[in-house]
């Protein structure tokens, strides 16, 4: 599955920094009296497809002072499980659910699964198991419907059903799997981007001055 994704970090550390570590690993996840649940539990987060909602991020949850790369990722159809846009996928997700809270129910506990939670939980069964097991899944898609304006639209002027046209989505890349991000690049703020871009044009550059041993400084 080849999916183009966005991250989103803080601009600390000026251009280099972003270039050479982004993307940076999300914290840990849970439990419930930890200061955060992770959506889609432990990994590195993208928006998919388009900038659009790696900007609105970088406004909101860093208050503007945000880079954006662009990545090309390549993740293994069977390992990579897409609960925004596959049904197959939605289909085993639900029934891992299912069990998830059936196995709540028998000790004894009242919470009810959430993804987070429900991701967790076969995930820590997935590594402390020796062979494949329920969830041997790399990276995970999911979406949600918040938006800042109403953007459902029923599909007939007589029709009770209706569909989202903008939806978040994000794709998790699992810490094992940081292989599959196949390239990067900076795109943003600008001034980042056109760093990194005149790094990768000297690198294009056949002859260096041997003076430098090829290392060229940018100020």
């Known amino acids: ?24 690993l999300s914290g840990p996840t849970g439990p419930p009296d930890a200061k955060r649940w992770q959506w889609l539990t432990q990994g590195y987060y993208f928006w998919t497809d388009s900038d659009y909602f790696a900007h609105i991020w970088g406004t909101v949850g ?8 662009r990545c090309n990722l390549d993740i293994p159809d069977e390992l990579f499980l ?33 993804i987070a939670t429900t991701i967790a ?9 020796s062979g494949r097991g329920m969830f041997p ?15 459902d639209i029923a599909f007939t002027p007589k029709s009770k059903e209706s569909t989202i046209v903008l939806t978040r989505q994000q794709v998790c890349l699992f810490e094992k799997a940081k292989k599959c991000i196949v390239d990067k690049v900076v795109v943003y703020p600008e001034e980042f981007s056109n760093r990194v871009e005149a790094v990768l ?3 294009k550059v056949s002859s260096y001055d041997e003076s430098t041993d090829g290392i060229i400084e940018i100020s």
């Open 137 to 151: 899944f790399w990276a995970v898609k999911a979406q949600d419907t918040f938006h800042s304006e109403r953007n």
């Open 121 to 129: 939980h076969y995930r820590l069964k997935e590594e402390s198991s």
């Open 1 to 24: 599955m080849k999916i183009l994704g966005f991250h989103t970090c803080e601009k600390t550390g000026g251009w280099s920094y972003v270039w050479e570590n982004a993307p940076f």
């Open 201 to 203: 044009n000297l690198r």
């Open 82 to 114: 897409d609960i925004a846009g596959n049904v197959n996928s939605q289909l085993y997700f639900n029934e891992l659910t299912k069990l998830y809270e059936r196995r709540l129910r028998n000790a004894g506990k009242s919470e009810d699964p959430t």
């Open 62 to 69: 860093y208050k503007g002072e945000y880079s954006i790369s």
